[in-house]
């Protein structure tokens, strides 16, 4: 497991910490949106983060993450993904995930398509993934779905099931709807909890993004946890900057936090 160095953790940011630690002490029910840079921390590639080698600073996302994209070159947008999942399976997850994962009661809500929440131990349950799962493919003609190998992911194929449709990511590609489930309940959610923890996203892609306003316009607390500022920061009641892989594990100790 990666582990961020904690001398980042500066009395300033120790002091900051302590007050968002009595935000959730006092809170009842809390969730927690997150984006790529919780998974920052494991070597995994953010999207448009000034910091990393972003995936959209190399790719073109309309290219591969599109279903314009994927009837153009199907072949192009499977091999992209198989390499997205090759790295996925040669990381962990890192102390942010674990300090999450151990509290069972608090819901996920996220926009990563990685299962690091899952192997760091949540229940499934408990996490919402908004924007779909990279560990699957499903066939866009019958909907036929199966999980895939991270580290050896099948190339381009036609669906074994119906022997029509082509098997795509699991994943949610721009200009498609979110899974309707994990939505409702995500909206639903952040309409009835006291705090809203945000970690490592730039809250800039809709409608997953409008959660924030949707859960402060409902009284919640929101505090970030970003190494830099983000469309959110004007909704933050606390913004805690530096790596989530360091401050979680701070933030999180000797809490018990809930959803419900
Ligand atoms: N700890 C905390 N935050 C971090 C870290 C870290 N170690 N490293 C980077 N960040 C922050 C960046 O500052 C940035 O605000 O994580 C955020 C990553 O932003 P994006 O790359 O835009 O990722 P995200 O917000 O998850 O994107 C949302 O856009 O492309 C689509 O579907 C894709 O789910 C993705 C969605």
């Known amino acids: 497991m990666l582990e961020p160095k904690t001398t980042e953790l500066t009395n300033d940011l120790i002091e900051k910490i302590q007050q968002a630690k009595q935000f959730l002490e006092q809170a009842s029910r809390v969730a927690c949106f997150s984006g790529a ?86 229940d499934t349950k408990r996490i919402l993934h908004l924007h779909g799962t990279i560990t699957h493919d499903h066939c ?64 800039s892609v809709y409608p997953a993004a409008g959660l924030i306003e949707i859960a402060k316009r409902h009284g919640a607390s929101v505090v970030i946890v970003n190494t830099q500022a983000s469309d959110a920061s004007h909704l933050a009641d606390i913004e805690l900057i530096g790596k989530s892989g360091v401050i979680l594990p701070s933030l999180l100790e000797g809490l018990q936090l809930n959803s419900f």
């Open 37 to 122: 840079g919780l998974s920052a921390d494991s070597g995994v590639a953010t999207f448009r983060d000034s910091e990393t080698h972003a995936l959209w600073s190399q790719f073109d996302p309309m290219e591969l993450a599109s279903p314009e994209g994927f009837a153009d070159n199907p072949r192009r947008v499977i091999d992209w993904y198989n390499w997205r999942r090759e790295q996925l399976s040669n990381v962990e997850p890192n102390p942010g995930h674990t300090a999450l994962a151990k509290q069972r009661d608090l819901v996920q809500i996220t926009q990563n398509v990685d299962d690091l929440l899952e192997r760091a131990g949540l």
């Open 140 to 203: 866009n003609h019958c909907g036929y779905s199966e999980a895939v190998e991270l580290s050896q992911s099948p190339s381009y194929r036609f669906c074994k099931k119906c022997h029509q449709g082509e098997m795509r990511p699991s994943v949610v590609w721009f200009g498609e709807s979110l899974p309707d489930e994990a939505w409702r309940q995500a909206d639903q959610l952040c309409r009835n909890i006291d705090v809203l923890m945000v970690v490592g996203t730039n809250a």
